[in-house]
DNA sequence: CTATGGTTGTACTTTCAGGTACAGCAGGAA
DNA sequence: TTCCTGCTGTACCTGAAAGTACAACCATAG
């Protein structure tokens, strides 16, 4: 039981969020070393008392934006949509990325990998904040590839986990060559690839006739 | 010209490399933000005099750090080899970036990608030296596949540059979920999914009769 | 109305990041 | 030798980041 972490009344629940909302964006603009206290305390309109009353340090702050994202993306509240029940939800959870990306002239990467390669060894709270959230993005993805496979609509022998991890990675990195590029072709055309691998395990049974084998299964170790 | 950026002497040269070395390994294990001028100073057993002597601010020394990577790079002296002549070189090459997550016991990323994540609006030079590394990873990935299609190995509809953008997306994504899961799995699973992809793409020389059209595009526009 | 507990504003403190100033040294050229 | 120039060490300075202290507010339960 910390300090006091959560507002008792109304409006300081009001309060509460106005300041995670204004460290989630300073956040993600800028990182979390590059926004100090006090431009949080500025952007939210409040003040250093009400911050210190809220979160009991700036990691404490962290770890709530990062409490909050992951809130959002479990109750779907999210800006984008981690419901995906079919391959058109698929390609528009990869676009919706492409999207963020424009939304902000190409200047930001994604929320989550710009906190998460700030990580260090010391910030194990946060470390594991950020291994939430991605776990369930990719426990969405690999939810949907086992029914995929249960259905007949995506062959048998692909790894659901490791597709996930696929498609998590893909969508990470090209962010990031995005935002350094300040461009959205990476992103674009990585997201293309990437549909394109989906595209060729999806309604592949891999008839144990012919076809077995012929070098379409991932190299193994 | 900016102040003294160069070294005179061969010892100075020295000093001036153990400062780069010891600089990039810790940009490396915890950002820039995270690093003071006077960790660096502690790590490369130097003082505030030579700090400053050959490097005119943090943000200088920043930029020299990564013109030093590129140049390894290009000289083929870095850790890790850029030099891809055959599927076997990019194999290697995406089995490196596994072993130097291992190598660290799964606590840190890409050194580019971690530095590459803290980028800002505000940080142009540090930005743009990020994006002509990127470049060149990307152009020397290029440039092998189009000489593969050229020799008949790979379908000559992919698109190299795609490919390339691809393939480092895939990478630098995975090393950022492998950090943040302190595992090593998720960057072996995307790695064997980012070749499976490219397995598809080689050899085959879309022979314009049967097969054409059968999906294995990436989807048009 | 008046306590009581949550809420808010302001002033202060401490530490450290980043950088300057400057003095001393070293080693080769003249 | 004595310069001259580059190299090295130490002391110091300034501002900002992070956090504390505390007084005042307000809302409402009793």
């Given at each position: 039981m910390p300090g006091r972490p959560a507002a008792r009344s109304k409006k300081g629940?009001?309060?509460?969020?106005r300041i995670i909302l204004a460290a989630?964006?300073?956040?993600?603009?800028?990182?979390?070393?590059?926004?100090?206290?006090?431009?949080?305390?500025?952007?939210?309109?409040?003040?250093k008392g009400q911050f210190y009353h809220y979160f009991k340090s700036k990691e404490g702050l962290v770890h709530e934006v990062l409490q909050h994202h992951l809130q959002a993306m479990t109750a779907g509240s999210a800006g984008l949509s981690y419901e995906i029940d079919s391959w058109q939800d698929l390609e528009r959870w990869f676009a919706a990325h492409l999207e963020l990306q424009q939304r902000f002239g190409m200047t930001?990467?994604?929320?989550?990998?710009?906190?998460?390669?700030?990580?260090?060894?010391?910030?194990?709270?946060?470390?594991?904040?950020?291994?939430?959230?991605?776990e369930h993005m990719h426990h969405r993805l690999e939810v949907f590839f086992i029914k995929e496979q249960a259905q007949g609509r995506l062959d048998p022998d692909a790894s659901a986990a490791g597709l996930a991890h696929f498609c998590i990675a893909a969508v990470q990195g090209a962010m990031l060559?995005?935002?350094?590029a300040?461009?959205?072709?990476?992103v674009e055309t990585t997201i293309r690839e990437a549909l394109a691998h989906l595209e060729q395990w999806r309604r592949r049974q891999a008839p144990p006739t012919a076809t077995a084998g012929r070098g379409r299964r991932a190299p193994g170790p």
């Open positions: 629940a009001e309060t509460r969020l989630a964006d300073l956040f993600h603009r800028q990182g979390v070393h590059a926004t100090s206290p006090d431009e949080v305390i500025a952007a939210s309109k409040t003040g930001r990467g994604c929320p989550f990998g710009t906190i998460g390669n700030e990580v260090t060894e010391n910030d194990e709270l946060i470390r594991q904040d950020l291994n939430r959230i991605f060559m995005g935002k350094l300040r461009h959205s072709r990476p």
